[in-house]
């Protein structure tokens, strides 16, 4: 998709600080709207070491540094970021072609790349999740118990200067309860599919319904 041609499905960006909850409000809001249309996960690569229970293409694409300095080279990314230590990227086929499907798309990344992404993509929507203070997200990368404590300390020491930039995004949810952040969430997603452009395929179909039940029978 070039960026004149209009997408058919919406761009979702959602960033926050490590353990905020941006995994769990995006299976929260995957599983709630699923039928009202599909809200597809964009897979990333990243040099990361899977963590345990992460699967290889659904949590992200683990590969080496020297694979993902290809994919540079090559052009396959729409933006890749440095991010506590290691390279993450989103590439193009994990975003553009389910976009023409008409899928909406929803990007976990963090703020350099949002920022990029953006500018490329002036209609992707931007939502921040912000834990509801400091002592509960260091509880809940604990509680995660996934992270090592010198990985957790080094994601808390980034936390700030991720968090001071919320201002650059259009929705901000304070994620203090997974029903409520996951409403928010779900309701933002929600607004995008129900505006008129959106709806026109649907409409034209009642509209034709209208015009054939006009032109026969129809009880009057
Ligand atoms: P992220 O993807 O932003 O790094 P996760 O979704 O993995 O964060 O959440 C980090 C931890 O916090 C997980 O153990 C998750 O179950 C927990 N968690 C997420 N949201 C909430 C919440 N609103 N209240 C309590 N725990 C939460
Ligand atoms: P984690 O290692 O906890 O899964 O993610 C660490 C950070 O990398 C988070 O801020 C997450 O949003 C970000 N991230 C995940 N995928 C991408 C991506 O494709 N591009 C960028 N720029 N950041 C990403």
Redesign the pocket.
Known sequence: MSNDTPARGDLFLLS??????????IRYVTARLADSGELHFSVSHTTRRPRAGEQDGRDYHFVDEAAFRRMIDAGEFLEWAEVHGQFYGTSRRAVLPHLERGADVVV?IDVQGAERLMRGFPQAHSVF?LPPSYA?LVR??R????DGEPEIARRLADALDEIARYDSYQYVII????ER?GRALAAIVLEKRHRRERQEPRIAGVLADFERARGSDAPS
């Open positions: 926050a600080p490590s353990g905020a909850g941006k995994t769990t409000l976990d999740i509960e809940r990368l509680g995660r118990g996934l994620n203090d309860d997974v952040a």
